[in-house]
């Protein structure tokens, strides 16, 4: 096996760690898993899934039901160790052998310099507090989350917010990828954005890395520029010359299968935004859908959300956000389509209009345990645009959020909007 040769003469491979094992992380790590089984001079070719652990019952669309032990709670990972599936977020989906579900967030991203993150955006706090300290200090990170982080002091891209917290430098994977679909190998494309320092295949081994300690000597640490173009917070340490470079060849080799084109691009801002703001249009488009208005109006939900999408990112990641990447790549206009036309953001909103119910409860009822990342982001945004008194600008993105609230109707949309 081992069929790239590029990389010759590094003496060490990339052990990759998925941390998280949702319906789109589970897809992540089959995607990876498939990939470093084919390069195994890269990467070592078992991949760690870190997967919260919960009692599970094997589902009829499983080929592993079984009616006389249906009702027998088991440990996820336990069931995904011997029959490659994950029953409970990716069920009917046969996972390559080369995962290993782990219930130890530390055990799992011990030795790894490739993490995946790849979970509800709610859960990433928690996640990094516990491996803080933990990891190789010069791993590198891909954050596959869609959402957006808002404290007090303002808003952050969870790639940046996981670097900064890890001491790391994390890049970003987004797109037009609806997680049922590319799990099927039905073909897709998607947007990664990474764009570290260029020297990270230049240097010494650090001692904390080596397999002969006594040949390592002092690291410099390397001050970057984050996603906004200006100096991070965080001085990483440089990859050891032991490994193969982790540049754009080596993460597309990761990522790419021929039912899931990879786009590599340098915009980490864009990609991380794209993805975030798209899910608050998504329960827009479902809103209107619901209420039986029709192809035009989720194309003109579509138009002002885009609108509203490439504004955000001029106004608050001015530095380094391009245009192009909403308006060209798949992390943007694509993603935007896909997600209003059948994301479970657009299918939850739809059914609670139609239903005259919640959309939580909706996703409470419906999803099995799989979370909505577009109601939290609708209420960040929200209070971050309130805070600086700028609601009125962002009247799509205000409307959603006072839907959610209660506090305004989807009939209400026509007019808040138009001004745009
Ligand atoms: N599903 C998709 O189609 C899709 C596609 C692209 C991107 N995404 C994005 O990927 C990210 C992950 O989504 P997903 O679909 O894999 O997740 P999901 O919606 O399937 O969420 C369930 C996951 O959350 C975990 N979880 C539950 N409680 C937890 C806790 N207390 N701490 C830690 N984990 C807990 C569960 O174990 C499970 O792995 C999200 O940001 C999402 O927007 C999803
Ligand atoms: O199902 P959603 O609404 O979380 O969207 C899934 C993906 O983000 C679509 O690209």
Redesign the pocket.
Same mark, same amino acid.
């Given at each position: 096996m081992g069929s790239s040769n590029f990389l010759g003469g590094h003496s060490r491979k990339h052990k990759v760690t998925i941390v998280? %094992? =949702?319906?789109?992380?589970?897809t992540i790590a089959k995607i990876i898993a498939e990939n470093t089984r084919e390069h195994t001079d890269v990467f070592e070719e078992n991949v760690q899934m870190w !997967?919260?652990e919960?009692d599970v019952t094997i589902p009829k669309e499983s080929k592993h039901y079984n009616e006389s032990t249906a009702d027998t709670p088991q440990k996820l990972t336990e069931v995904i160790n011997k029959y490659h599936e994950n029953v409970k977020?990716l069920p009917g989906v046969a996972l390559p052998p080369n995962i290993v579900a782990n219930p130890s967030l530390n055990d799992a991203v011990q030795n790894s310099t490739i993490l995946i993150f +790849?979970?509800?955006?709610q859960?990433i706090r928690? !996640?990094c507090e516990g491996i803080r300290g933990e990891i190789m200090p010069f791993a590198r990170g891909i954050s596959?989350?869609?959402?957006v982080n808002v404290t007090d002091d303002g808003i952050s891209l969870f790639s940046e917010w996981i670097g900064d917290d890890l001491g790391i430098y994390c890049g970003a994977l %987004?797109g037009a +990828?609806?997680?049922?679909e590319i799990a099927q190998e039905k073909w897709s494309e998607t947007t990664i954005a990474y764009d570290p320092p260029p020297m990270d295949s230049r240097a010494p081994t650090p001692r904390n890395a080596s397999p002969n300690p006594d040949a390592a000597g002092e690291i410099p640490e390397i001050q970057h520029l984050d996603a906004r173009g200006r100096k991070s917070k965080t001085k990483l340490t440089p990859l050891p010359i032991e490994y193969p470079p982790l540049d754009h060849n080596c993460f597309r080799m990761l990522f790419h299968r021929p039912y899931f084109h990879v786009q590599m691009v340098s915009d980490v801002a864009g990609v991380s935004l794209g993805?975030a703001l798209k899910?608050i249009v998504a329960l827009a488009a479902g809103f209107v859908d619901g209420r039986g208005w029709g192809d035009n109006a989720k194309a003109a939900i579509m138009r002002i959300g885009l609108m509203e999408m490439v504004k955000f990112g001029k106004e608050f990641f001015s530095e380094t956000v391009r245009t192009g990447t909403f308006t060209e790549s798949s992390a943007g206009v694509a993603d935007l389509i896909t997600s209003s036309s059948g =994301?479970?953001n657009f299918r939850c909103a739809r059914k609670a209009v139609e239903k005259g119910v919640s959309v939580q409860d909706v996703e409470r009822e419906d999803?099995n345990?799989?979370?909505l990342?577009g109601t939290s982001t609708a209420h960040e945004v929200n209070s971050f645009l309130k805070a600086r008194g700028l609601e009125a600008e962002y009247p799509l993105f205000t409307a959603v959020d006072g839907i959610l609230r209660g506090e305004k109707k989807v009939d209400d949309i026509p007019a808040l909007v138009s001004d745009t």
């Open positions: 998280g %094992s =949702g319906n789109w992380g589970s !997967v919260y919960e977020y +790849n979970l509800p955006h859960f928690k !996640v596959c989350i869609k959402g %987004s +990828n609806i997680a049922s993805g899910n =994301g479970r999803l345990g799989q979370k990342q």
